[in-house]
């Protein structure tokens, strides 16, 4: 989706050699957590978007904080890039390593530092894994709310950078929702504390623009997160359609009834064909999609909810609806649903996972229009949805090895993003810009609003040191992308708010 | 009701032509907070109206000089509602304050904070421009997050349009039970509810009770308050009195210190206490040392705001060096000239 090397402005380079950074950092970093040797760096050449691919100069594992200080105060006097990396799970690229750059990884500060019962609060390390929350708190019948698809493996600090949301999105909201202190450094070394043990800050509202800021303001140290009660009961409604749109209307039927499910998820008739040869989920394989309705609560509140969720699939022109009978069946429900990426990954050997949000009035035209484009390309596309959120995971299918598919699956990725903004939506719900969609920020910003994203970046990093080339491009790179793009230049859709 | 930001533009564009800053404005309900009042008024009031809200889509779009009373109506005719609960402060609060000030009222501890409802924004800046960021969908991560941080910017960094925010239905059944209760007790019982799956809406100390709000399905606030126990309260009106700061406990203040902290500290003995947000919110009405309450906020992990005063020309909360050097920063990328209420929040920017 070009390379940033095509864009001068966002190739920043170092003011000293390599050998020159590897003396310094070795001063101030244990032997074990410096990492120059071309064959050491090699595995850190690309997160989670396995597509793009490069090599640091230099990767740095610290210990602790102290020594993530003093690598950034070394850096920025070198005005050496920086890209830190949580696990290395993130969809987008957002922690592609650059090449004239240092990689550094926060994965060694992985302790749960203090849980709270009494507060509902646990202060954690960077690199601790998003479902060792959960599982640390459990035993005060307390859990980590935002659970993103990976969260056996992804890493919280990876979560604040993307503001990662997950299933349970639409009732407990997304990471910025859910965390209320960082220690937060800039790149010169600087250290803050953004939010508080109480439920605001003084002055601006810092906690939230650095949520989802993908690596380009501030490294964060340590993050405290809330804790939420675990609710006493789960139970999930799996209902079928025939008819794509009617499973599309059921979903605003349902929110229209009042009820804010604590899961609410779709996936079509490709999806649920894919899953089923993979994890035998018991889908009904003649529906032309499913929705999936998680009620969660106490006992009274589950039972009450799942008895009008019910009457409302009934009314929507449902074919078939199954309530979880216990937790076994809740889990296979959802089995199928969490493993639709893996499945879809053994049809072809490999697919784009797009990340657009829209309306949900507008999921009825998106999808019909994504069908058409799916013959338009010539590629197969299953699609899950967070579809209480609106937010779509159109996975595109394709075979890598042939580059003709490549480019028709990266141009299929395009369109299906455009046309997201197109009906109001957004290129992004949750992955993050990163890499991948970069050129795609250019069709939903305009230059002022790029100038306000580029001011912020200066206002916290006035070398523009961390995370070069991502997440908001540049004003030359978007003027070189409209050039070549066809929609750019005039308003499709003058009357469409372009929120 | 009117769309055109024209004359707003040319408000702001003269006002940096002649460098006189803007003190941006709706009825004035929450003239009564901030460092100062600096600048020329601009009106926000004659811009109006409700752009779109679809029940189904759980999102309302309105301009930001619509009466928030007016949006609180259309939003419970459909059964729905801003579930950070706003106080309004006055008769003829705006929306665009709402969002601007970033008040959130009891339910906050629960639901959210107002900002954590703020889906998108449009706006003006110093220079202007028309600028969207967000939109009108639940999950939104392309580019900054710069919609969430014009709530509780005061108007400092841009004046707002339009505003959308994500609403939720209204519960079915709401319910107060009251329960005599000593402030050391009481903030450990309402923190110890508050992490039991319990449908728990609001929890308010004062006057030697504590009074709690359970919101939800019928059966469960009939199980809830039975676990709970205490007297019922029929009085509908004591949340909207506690949110308003129309309660008795409010009348004598004039010198009202809020401290936004850790729940679960123990009482801190500054003078007369209301607790809201399960012991996280501490209004507190007495004359005090400025330095000895910020230090008390801060061993309390957080900060104290000085939300009532007659001189509040030393400032109302307080920011470590490295905090106050962005804050200055980033208020001078937004904002160059300092046109937009110079000194509402911060004597220094």
């Not at chain 1, 750059?101 to 019962?117: A, M, N, Q, T």
Request: hydrophobic share 45%; net charge negative; aromatic share 6%.
């Amino acid at each position: 989706m070009g390379k940033p090397e095509a864009f001068p402005s966002e190739t920043v380079r170092p003011t000293i050699s390599k050998q020159a950074l590897v003396d310094r950092l070795s001063a101030v970093l244990p032997k074990t957590s410096l990492l120059h040797a071309p064959e050491d760096l090699k595995p850190f050449e690309c997160d989670g978007l396995t597509a793009y691919r490069k090599v640091p100069l230099a990767v740095a594992l610290p210990e602790d904080e102290a020594q993530i200080r003093a690598v950034l105060k070394i850096c920025h006097e070198g005005r050496v890039p920086v890209v830190f990396r949580g696990a290395g799970t993130g969809l987008s690229g957002g922690a592609l390593p650059y090449e004239h750059g240092l990689l550094l990884g926060l994965s060694k500060l992985k302790r749960i530092l203090e849980i709270d019962p009494l507060a509902r609060v646990a202060r954690v390390q960077p690199g601790v894994r998003n479902a060792a929350i959960s599982e640390a708190a459990a035993a005060y019948g307390l859990y980590y709310a935002p659970d993103p698809a990976s969260h056996v493996a992804c890493s919280i600090v990876g979560n604040v950078a993307e503001n990662s949301g997950g299933v349970h999105g639409l009732k407990y909201g997304l990471t910025v929702h859910n965390i209320i202190r960082l220690r937060f450094i800039t790149v010169d070394g600087t250290l803050m504390e953004l939010g508080g043990d109480g439920l605001d800050s003084a002055g601006y509202d810092l906690l939230a623009l650095a949520t989802g800021s993908e690596g380009l303001l501030g490294v964060v140290t340590e993050i405290t997160v809330k804790l939420l009660p675990k609710p006493v009961k789960a139970q999930v409604v799996l209902a079928a359609f025939d008819d794509i749109e009617k499973a599309g209307r059921a979903v605003g039927d349902i929110i229209a009834a009042g009820i804010v499910p604590a899961g609410l998820e779709m996936m079509d008739q490709k999806a649920t064909a894919a899953v089923e040869q993979f994890v035998r989920a018991g889908y009904p394989l003649d529906a032309q999609a499913i929705l999936l309705c998680e009620s969660d609560g106490t006992e009274e509140e589950v039972a009450a909810e799942i008895a009008r969720v019910t009457e409302v699939l009934k009314t929507a022109g449902a074919t078939e609806i199954r309530v979880s009978r216990d937790e076994a069946e809740r889990l296979r429900f959802w089995a199928g649903r969490k493993a639709a990426f893996p499945a879809v990954g053994r049809i072809l050997p490999d697919y784009f996972c797009m990340d657009g949000t829209i309306p949900k009035k507008q999921l009825p035209l998106v999808l019909k229009r994504i069908a058409e484009l799916s013959d338009r390309f010539n590629l197969q596309c299953a699609n899950v949805f967070h579809a209480g959120d609106g937010n779509l995971h159109p996975l595109i299918m394709f075979d890598a090895n042939d580059d003709a598919q490549l480019k028709r699956a990266e141009e299929y990725g395009a369109a299906i993003l455009e046309l997201c903004v197109e009906v109001g939506g957004t290129i992004t719900g949750e992955h993050g810009v990163g890499v991948e969609k970069i050129n795609q920020m250019c069709v939903q910003f305009r230059t002022a609003e790029l100038n306000a994203f580029h001011s912020v970046k200066h206002a916290f990093d006035e070398f523009g040191l961390l995370n070069p080339g991502k997440a908001v491009p540049t004003l030359q790179r978007c003027a070189e992308f409209g050039a070549m793009h066809v929609h750019r230049g005039q308003e499709k859709f003058p009357d469409l708010p372009r929120f | 009701m009117s769309e055109t930001i024209q004359p707003f533009q040319e408000q702001i564009k003269a006002a940096a032509a002649t460098r006189r800053p803007l003190r941006i404005r709706g009825s004035g309900s929450k003239d009564f907070y901030g460092v100062r009042l600096e600048g020329e008024i601009l009106d926000t009031r004659a811009h109006t109206g409700i752009v779109e809200y679809e029940p189904t889509e759980l999102v309302l779009t309105a301009r930001a000089g619509t009466p928030l009373a007016e949006i609180e109506h259309a939003l419970a005719q459909r059964g729905q509602m801003l579930a950070f609960e706003p106080p309004h402060f006055g008769d003829g609060a705006t929306f665009g304050g709402c969002i601007a000030a970033g008040f959130s009222g009891p339910r906050r501890a629960a639901a959210g904070a107002a900002r954590d409802f703020v889906l998108g924004v449009r706006m003006l800046n110093a220079a202007g421009e028309d600028l969207r960021f967000g939109g009108q969908v639940m999950k939104n991560v392309a580019g900054y997050d710069l919609s969430r941080l014009m709530a509780g910017s005061f108007g400092t960094l841009g004046l707002l349009l339009e505003i959308s925010v994500k609403v939720l239905p209204r519960p079915q059944r709401e319910r107060t039970l009251r329960l005599a209760m000593t402030e050391e007790k009481a903030i450990e019982q309402v923190n110890r509810w508050a992490g039991e799956p319990l449908p728990i809406s609001a929890t308010c100390l004062v006057d030697g009770a504590v009074y709690v709000r359970l919101s939800g399905a019928e059966p469960a606030v009939e199980a809830a308050r039975a676990r709970i126990g205490g007297d019922d309260v029929e009085d509908a009106g004591f949340w909207r009195t506690v949110r308003e700061q129309a309660h008795p406990f409010f009348a004598s203040a004039d010198n009202l210190w809020r401290l936004s902290i850790r729940s679960t500290v123990g009482p801190l003995n500054l003078g007369p206490t209301l607790i809201e947000w399960n012991g996280s919110l501490r209004w507190v009405a007495a004359a005090l040392s400025p330095k000895k309450v910020h230090e008390m906020a801060q061993k309390a992990g957080g900060h104290a705001t000085l939300f009532r005063a007659q001189d509040k020309s030393g400032g109302i909360q307080q920011f470590s060096p490295e905090l106050l050097a962005l804050h200055k920063r980033l208020k001078q990328a937004l904002d160059p000239e300092g046109l937009f209420g110079p000194g509402r929040i911060h004597p220094e920017f």
